[in-house]
């Protein structure tokens, strides 16, 4: 203890403990003992007596007639900080104070004896004198708990920093004594019911509760550059008193919004700065809460949160507390106004609410807004404005160094308990982890332990004891875990294997170059500075292989986002639903650093139809104006179509917006005789005749062609002929050769080695003989045949009704009975009457 609680040694001896002789001199936080005792505590060379109890804080001892020798009088708050009762024995030594032992400054924060007192303001410069007077040349510990009497309340303060003159920082632990020159900041709980004003020399860092801020500490990783963005927005005006940002002219902000894709630690951050913040208690309200099926119930709602406020700034002015109100999904009630068509107006009503709060006539200056939103879009404009939620952090999905950081938060009790195996490499799992959110890396860390803690039970007894030395969480728990928890934002490996269900095999010269010419690109997107947004379209005929290829690139590019947007996955669904999955697929690569989509099939997608052509030109219009927005700053984009109608998406514009368009050709003889030769599923000599027969048929097809031939004449001889014990057989696979031809008319086809696929090209290249196209024609001569039929009713109808028409109008007809003329000339007049109307009707029907 030499050279900071004395510069010498000194006898330890044994004293009990005693309470003070009276209530008052509990207050004067002195310890008392029998004057003949108090020699043994004299400071050499003054007239101070100091005693060190327990090697715990230090005290000034004065005498007293009632104290018996070897006895020691402490108060409550003395014993207890010592841990001892009345009668207990504590070790107590005379304390000689070491040269420039005063202190320069003393953080102490109040609090009352009883809990429950009324509100009290407490003046910090009367209050200091006060203190200074009072426990001057007394020695001050840090965490030591003072008590004291003031204006009639009896109060406690409790030392939290305490610094020497000339000491930048204090060595622990922190002791010096009290001088006239001491500078006194005082602190205050809210929940104390304390209020100190007039503190105006000391920076009002009793905003914070914590002096020192380390965010793993707190639950938080991988936050460190947006925390301090939100520092010195939101907080570094309010650390300085009141009086500094009068004379600079500024106010405070009021509100900020913390935005970006869920589980990455918005509702987490906003909770832990209001934990942090020395204000009230932060109010945390969910948006829906908010609303009431009462007319004006929800308006009144909202002015409710400000109450407090209110009452607080009309009272104290600029030293009223801060109150912190948290919005967690705020887009739920302060959507843009004029947008919902509910016909009650009230998310409007909600909205003009909170902007007079905020920012209205009397605007409050003592309130922190922090809204929590996974939509930002959705917010109307008004409250993005300054003065309102001025201050706008986006919280993106996590680096490298901040997943290694939530991994450690999450895993540092398994470390501290021995549970973590030493092989666990979290530096490995961080890059392991690209696009996983906080919230999923907790995940991961739950099915890691779900995993070990498995091996503990045993499902046939559960009541076997449970070992708990042997619970090891290992690398290969962490790793099994990553199989289980996907990352919402990540790459999508099922999806894009399912595309490649046979994988990828050389398929010849021109695949390899479009391959490598598509990795080209993604190397593009990655360095590029200048291109943050590529496109590329692969187009060939149907079955070609343009999918497989995409997805191998997505795969091979080992970009965290990979996506695949198609037809399949959008069935039934209008044109305007398929726009928002569309429009949401890019919004949500917007969010990652490096991202590719894959548009398959975009012909699908368009719903076009080749007869009349049909096809959804909302869809159309909405890709093309995602093929040509660029991504955020910062982040990179490469988009992948594929198509089978190139002539079509050239058509409507499509083909213009991709920046580099690729043709995937069918297999030529030769790159057929190379798949085959990698299948290794035909005899050596055969090889060279099936790879001709199989020119110009796409590989997807060449695939089931071989599947079908495989199996065999009678069947079951798939697996000895894909493990190579045997091979297929060529008439075999003529037969399936003809039957996957789409028609088996021509007489080549009959014929069971001289059938040749090329032999059916000029056959099939007679169009009109194509059965889709037959179909067609008959369907439209029928329909043809149909409106004549109707046209010619039609007119047999309006033929009758013309001779009626006229007949009477003319009044040629006439009854034979009548006498005035003959049957004869009666059948010549009708006769007569039809011819001008048959005439007539010709007439209007040629000008009509």
Same mark, same amino acid.
């Given at each position: 203890?030499?050279?900071?609680?004395?510069?010498?040694?000194?006898?330890?001896?044994?004293?009990?403990?005693?309470?003070?002789?009276?209530?008052?001199?509990?207050?004067?936080?002195?310890?008392?003992?029998?004057?003949?005792?108090?020699?043994?505590?004299?400071?050499?060379?003054?007239?101070?007596?100091?005693?060190?109890?327990?090697?715990?804080?230090?005290?000034?001892?004065?005498?007293?007639?009632?104290?018996?020798?070897?006895?020691?009088?402490?108060?409550?708050?003395?014993?207890?900080?010592?841990?001892?009762?009345?009668?207990?024995?504590?070790?107590?030594?005379?304390?000689?104070?070491?040269?420039?032992?005063?202190?320069?400054?003393?953080?102490?924060?109040?609090?009352?004896? =009883?809990?429950?007192?009324?509100?009290?303001?407490?003046?910090?410069?009367?209050?200091?004198?006060?203190?200074?007077?009072?426990?001057?040349?007394?020695?001050?510990?840090?965490?030591?708990?003072?008590?004291? #009497?003031?204006?009639?309340?009896?109060?406690?303060?409790?030392?939290?920093?305490?610094? !020497?003159?000339?000491?930048?920082?204090?060595?622990?632990?922190?002791?010096?004594?009290?001088?006239?020159?001491?500078?006194?900041?005082?602190? %205050?709980?809210?929940?104390?019911?304390?209020?100190?004003?007039?503190?105006?020399?000391?920076?009002?860092?009793?905003?914070?509760?914590?002096?020192?801020?380390?965010?793993?500490?707190?639950?938080?990783?991988?936050?460190?550059?947006?925390? %301090?963005?939100?520092?010195?927005?939101?907080?570094?005006?309010?650390?300085?008193?009141?009086?500094?940002?009068?004379?600079?002219?500024?106010?405070?902000?009021?509100?900020?919004?913390?935005?970006?894709?869920?589980?990455?630690?918005?509702?987490?951050?906003?909770?832990?700065?209001?934990?942090?913040?020395?204000?009230?208690?932060?109010?945390?309200?969910?948006?829906?809460?908010?609303?009431?099926?009462?007319?004006?119930?929800?308006? =009144?709602?909202?002015?409710?949160?400000?109450?407090?406020?209110?009452?607080?700034?009309?009272?104290?002015?600029?030293?009223?507390?801060?109150?912190?109100?948290?919005?967690?999904? /705020?887009?739920?009630?302060?959507?843009?106004?004029?947008?919902?068509?509910?016909?009650?107006?009230?998310?409007?009503?909600?909205?003009?609410?909170?902007?007079?709060?905020?920012?209205?006539?009397?605007? !409050?200056?003592?309130?922190?807004?922090?809204?929590?939103?996974?939509?930002?879009?959705?917010?109307?404009?008004?409250?993005?404005?300054?003065?309102?939620?001025?201050?706008?952090?986006?919280?993106?999905?996590?680096?490298?160094?901040?997943?290694?950081?939530?991994?450690?938060?999450?895993?540092?009790?398994?470390?501290?308990?021995?549970?973590?195996?030493?092989?666990?490499?979290?530096?490995?799992?961080?890059?392991?982890?690209?696009?996983?959110?906080?919230?999923?890396?907790?995940?991961?860390?739950?099915?890691?332990?779900?995993?070990?803690?498995?091996?503990?039970?045993?499902?046939?007894?559960?009541?076997?004891?449970?070992?708990?030395?042997?619970?090891?969480?290992?690398?290969?728990?962490?790793?099994?875990?990553?199989?289980?928890?996907?990352?919402?934002?990540?790459?999508?490996?099922?999806?894009?294997?399912?595309?490649?269900?046979?994988?990828?095999?050389?398929?010849?010269?021109?695949?390899?170059?479009?391959?490598?010419?598509?990795?080209?690109?993604?190397?593009?997107?990655?360095?590029?500075?200048?291109?943050?947004?590529?496109?590329?379209?692969?187009?060939?005929?149907?079955?070609?292989?343009?999918?497989?290829?995409?997805?191998?690139?997505?795969?091979?590019?080992?970009?965290?986002?990979? =996506?695949?947007?198609?037809?399949?996955?959008?069935?039934?669904?209008?044109?305007?639903?398929?726009?928002?999955?569309?429009?949401?697929?890019?919004?949500?690569?917007?969010?990652?650093?490096?991202?590719?989509? /894959?548009?398959?099939?975009?012909?699908?997608?368009?719903?076009?139809?080749?007869?009349?052509?049909?096809?959804?030109?909302?869809?159309?219009?909405?890709?093309?104006?995602?093929?040509?927005?660029?991504?955020?700053?910062?982040?990179?984009?490469?988009?992948?179509?594929?198509?089978?109608?190139?002539?079509?998406?050239?058509?409507?514009?499509?083909?213009?917006?991709?920046?580099?368009?690729?043709?995937?050709?069918?297999?030529?003889?030769?790159?057929?005789?190379?798949?085959?030769?990698?299948?290794?599923?035909?005899?050596? #000599?055969?090889?060279?005749?099936?790879?001709?027969?199989?020119?110009?048929?796409?590989?997807?097809?060449?695939?089931?062609?071989?599947?079908?031939?495989?199996?065999?004449?009678?069947?079951?001889?798939?697996?000895?002929?894909?493990?190579?014990?045997?091979? /297929?057989?060529?008439?075999?696979?003529?037969?399936?050769?003809?039957?996957?031809?789409?028609?088996?008319?021509?007489?080549?086809?009959?014929?069971?080695?001289?059938?040749?696929?090329?032999?059916?090209?000029?056959?099939?290249?007679?169009?009109?003989?194509?059965?889709?196209?037959?179909?067609?024609?008959?369907?439209?001569?029928?329909?043809?045949?149909?409106?004549?039929?109707?046209?010619?009713?039609?007119?047999?109808?309006?033929?009758?009704?013309?001779?009626?028409?006229?007949?009477?109008?003319?009044?040629?007809?006439?009854?034979?009975?009548?006498?005035?003329?003959?049957?004869?000339?009666?059948?010549?007049?009708?006769?007569?009457?039809?011819?001008?109307?048959?005439?007539?009707?010709?007439?209007?029907?040629?000008?009509?």
């Amino acid at each position: 203890m030499a050279g900071w609680f004395g510069s010498q040694s000194y006898t330890v001896a044994t004293m009990t403990v005693t309470s003070t002789p009276s209530p008052d001199l509990a207050f004067t936080n002195l310890a008392y003992c029998s004057p003949s005792d108090l020699q043994s505590f004299a400071v050499p060379g003054s007239r101070l007596f100091l005693v060190n109890v327990g090697d715990a804080f230090v005290l000034s001892i004065s005498p007293h007639e009632s104290i018996r020798s070897k006895y020691i009088a402490l108060n409550a708050i003395h014993r207890r900080l010592a841990k001892v009762s009345n009668g207990d024995t504590v070790s107590v030594s005379r304390f000689v104070p070491p040269e420039n032992f005063n202190l320069a400054l003393l953080r102490v924060e109040l609090e009352f004896v =009883k809990k429950g007192t009324k509100n009290e303001q407490v003046d910090a410069v009367h209050l200091a004198n006060q203190l200074r007077k009072r426990f001057v040349n007394q020695v001050m510990t840090a965490g030591q708990k003072v008590t004291f #009497e003031y204006h009639g309340n009896n109060y406690i303060f409790t030392i939290n920093q305490a610094q !020497l003159e000339g000491q930048e920082t204090s060595i622990v632990p922190e002791r010096g004594m009290i001088s006239n020159d001491t500078y006194f900041i005082f602190e %205050a709980q809210n929940s104390s019911g304390i209020k100190i004003v007039n503190q105006r020399e000391a920076a009002s860092s009793s905003i914070f509760r914590q002096k020192e801020f380390n965010l793993q500490s707190l639950g938080i990783g991988g936050l460190s550059a947006e925390f %301090a963005d939100i520092f010195r927005r939101a907080f570094a005006s309010r650390v300085f008193p009141p009086h500094v940002t009068n004379k600079l002219g500024i106010k405070h902000v009021k509100g900020m919004l913390l935005y970006g894709p869920p589980g990455t630690g918005k509702t987490l951050m906003a909770r832990q700065i209001g934990k942090m913040l020395n204000g009230k208690e932060p109010k945390i309200i969910n948006g829906p809460e908010v609303l009431s099926k009462f007319v004006g119930e929800t308006e =009144k709602n909202v002015r409710d949160l400000f109450a407090d406020a209110e009452n607080d700034q009309r009272t104290c002015g600029d030293e009223s507390d801060l109150h912190v109100i948290i919005f967690d999904e /705020i887009d739920a009630i302060c959507k843009s106004r004029g947008s919902t068509r509910d016909g009650t107006g009230v998310h409007d009503s909600i909205v003009n609410q909170l902007l007079t709060k905020i920012d209205g006539v009397e605007s !409050l200056n003592n309130v922190l807004l922090i809204g929590m939103t996974n939509r930002k879009d959705l917010l109307d404009e008004a409250l993005l404005r300054p003065g309102r939620l001025e201050v706008q952090v986006e919280i993106s999905l996590p680096d490298e160094n901040g997943r290694l950081q939530i991994l450690q938060i999450h895993t540092n009790k398994m470390k501290e308990n021995s549970f973590l195996a030493p092989d666990v490499n979290l530096q490995e799992l961080a890059a392991r982890t690209k696009n996983y959110s906080g919230a999923e890396l907790e995940g991961v860390v739950k099915s890691a332990v779900s995993f070990a803690l498995n091996r503990q039970v045993s499902m046939d007894d559960l009541t076997k004891p449970v070992d708990e030395e042997n619970i090891k969480v290992t690398m290969d728990d962490f790793l099994s875990a990553l199989l289980e928890i996907v990352p919402a934002f990540g790459a999508s490996t099922d999806d894009l294997e399912r595309c490649r269900l046979n994988g990828m095999v050389y398929c010849g010269d021109r695949h390899k170059h479009i391959y490598q010419r598509a990795m080209l690109l993604v190397e593009q997107v990655k360095v590029s500075k200048g291109s943050p947004l590529v496109t590329c379209l692969l187009e060939g005929s149907s079955g070609s292989g343009k999918t497989a290829l995409a997805a191998t690139v997505g795969i091979d590019s080992d970009f965290p986002y990979v =996506k695949i947007v198609s037809a399949e996955s959008m069935i039934g669904l209008h044109e305007s639903t398929k726009c928002a999955q569309i429009v949401k697929v890019f919004e949500d690569a917007y969010k990652s650093p490096l991202s590719i989509i /894959i548009l398959d099939d975009i012909e699908r997608l368009l719903e076009y139809v080749a007869i009349g052509p049909r096809f959804s030109n909302l869809i159309s219009q909405t890709l093309l104006v995602l093929l040509k927005r660029l991504p955020p700053k910062g982040k990179k984009l490469l988009v992948l179509g594929t198509t089978s109608e190139v002539g079509f998406l050239d058509s409507v514009g499509i083909c213009d917006a991709f920046s580099v368009t690729y043709h995937l050709p069918s297999l030529k003889t030769d790159d057929a005789k190379k798949v085959l030769e990698q299948l290794n599923v035909f005899a050596e #000599e055969d090889i060279s005749e099936a790879a001709e027969a199989l020119s110009d048929m796409p590989i997807k097809k060449l695939y089931m062609l071989i599947e079908m031939a495989a199996q065999g004449e009678q069947g079951g001889a798939a697996e000895a002929i894909f493990s190579g014990r045997e091979k /297929i057989k060529l008439a075999h696979f003529y037969d399936c050769l003809q039957d996957v031809i789409r028609f088996s008319l021509h007489p080549l086809c009959h014929q069971t080695k001289a059938v040749k696929w090329q032999g059916h090209t000029p056959f099939l290249k007679t169009w009109w003989l194509k059965p889709h196209l037959m179909i067609g024609w008959l369907v439209i001569l029928s329909f043809f045949l149909l409106i004549s039929m109707v046209v010619y009713v039609a007119c047999l109808f309006l033929v009758a009704m013309e001779v009626v028409s006229l007949n009477k109008t003319m009044g040629f007809s006439r009854m034979v009975l009548d006498g005035s003329s003959s049957i004869q000339d009666q059948v010549s007049s009708e006769l007569k009457i039809l011819c001008k109307g048959f005439k007539f009707i010709w007439t209007r029907f040629r000008f009509s």
